[in-house]
T-cell receptor, first 112, second 115 residues
Framework: DQQVKQNSPSLSVQEGRISILNCDYT??????FLWYKKYPAEGPTFLIS?????DKNEDGRFTVFLNKSAKHLSLHIVPSQPGDSAVYFC???????????FGTGTRLTIIP | DAGVIQSPRHEVTEMGQEVTLRCKPI?????LFWYRQTMMRGLELLIY????????DSGMPEDRFSAKMPNASFSTLKIQPSEPRDSAVYFC?????????????FGPGTRLTVL
């Protein structure tokens, strides 16, 4: 049973446009969420996170939005650049827990 | 600063053989995690250690899988005997539990192919 779902396996976006990656979760105990980025033949690297006390967190071109009532979060990348082409994983946990529960990932391709 | 180191990077073996994957966490990190990545299930946590002690191994798929952490700078994941369905990329990650939220640092992974 997937508690964290990324329903779009892939996404293609024109360079310079906005990329929006979506993630849904089912466990209402989750209160901390992370996005990781993964290039081929490398391990995932941390990108940005958000606590459930917030509904938005911004870091440069990357913004994560959290809608707790819908159990939905999204990652916005503006403007998209070719180096953003990678697989993006959404992950969730709760603050007292060491474990991260990951989604299956979305492959983002930025078209020059 | 060296990141998480995993070896080997690639392993091809035959069904029934023993496979040992190795991980060196980042120095000073006190939590270590083993994950498996597949297309169908994404990144699944297999087991994690705090201060070299296994805390949760509920993700270990079967008794064929075992993991050890004999000291703070080394961990192994062993599969014996291996089966074709074990083919996946295995990641090791580490973090410092004393530094707040949950960012984990991943190694480059070991791609395992069982024929």
């Amino acid at each position: 049973d997937q508690q964290v779902k990324q329903n779009s396996p892939s996404l293609s976006v024109q360079e310079g446009r906005i990329s929006i990656l979506n993630c849904d979760y089912t466990n209402s105990m989750f209160d901390y969420f992370l996005w990781y980025k993964k290039y081929p033949a490398e391990g995932p690297t941390f990108l940005i996170s958000i606590s459930s006390i917030k509904d938005k967190n911004e870091d440069g071109r990357f913004t994560v939005f959290l809608n707790k009532s819908a159990k939905h979060l999204s990652l916005h990348i503006v403007p998209s650049q070719p180096g953003d082409s990678a697989v993006y994983f959404c992950a969730a946990t709760n603050f007292g827990n060491e474990k991260l529960t990951f989604g299956t990932g979305t492959r983002l391709t930025i078209i020059p | 600063d060296a990141g998480v180191i995993q070896s080997p990077r690639h392993e091809v073996t035959e069904m029934g053989q023993e496979v040992t994957l190795r991980c060196k966490p980042i120095s000073g990190h006190n939590s270590l995690f083993w994950y498996r990545q597949t297309m169908m299930r994404g990144l699944e946590l297999l087991i994690y250690f705090n201060n070299n002690v296994p805390i949760d191994d509920s993700g270990m798929p079967e008794d064929r899988f075992s993991a050890k952490m004999p000291n703070a700078s080394f961990s192994t994941l062993k599969i014996q005997p291996s089966e074709p369905r074990d083919s996946a990329v295995y990641f090791c990650a580490s973090r410092n539990r004393d530094r707040g939220p949950h960012e984990q640092f991943f190694g480059p992974g070991t791609r395992l192919t069982v024929l």
